[in-house]
């Protein structure tokens, strides 16, 4: 399995950036996939999930109404849009995959993860 993140760089405050994640060596079916982000000196948290079937999504509070998570499942690819970015953004972002459908939102339950990708938002 393998998930490798794309897409990320700086970018000024207000500034938009879309993320992309590719997942090979999964046999998709009843996942969810999510982003999630780690700043430095802090915990890594969770941004957004989506079911792989449904479509179904949830935001954390601090990116919902910005942020949109979406799929692609021909091309096995996620996707972050970002809008309206802070400097509270920036962080590395990660995409992970769990192999069930409850939407988690913790990062322990997710079983693959890819290796990163930097987003840096400047005042």
């Known amino acids: 399995v393998q998930l490798v993140e794309s897409g990320g760089g700086s970018v000024q405050a207000g500034g938009s950036m879309r993320l992309s994640c590719a997942a090979s060596?999964?046999?998709?079916?009843?996942?969810?996939m999510a982003w999630f982000r780690q700043a430095p000196g802090k915990e890594r948290e969770f941004v957004a999930v989506?079911?792989?079937?449904?479509?179904?999504?949830a935001y954390a509070d601090s990116v919902k109404g910005r942020f949109t998570i979406s799929k692609n499942n021909a091309q096995n690819m996620i996707y972050l849009q970002m809008n309206n970015l802070k400097p509270e953004d920036t962080a590395i972002y990660y995409c992970?995959?769990?192999?069930?459908?409850?939407?988690?939102?913790?990062?322990?339950?997710?079983?693959?993860w890819g290796q990163g990708t930097q987003v840096t938002v400047s005042s």
């Open positions: 989506i079911t792989w079937r449904g479509g179904s999504t």
């Open positions: 060596g999964l046999t998709f079916g009843a996942y969810t």
């Open positions: 992970a995959v769990d192999r069930t459908v409850f939407m988690q939102t913790q990062a322990p339950e997710y079983d693959y």
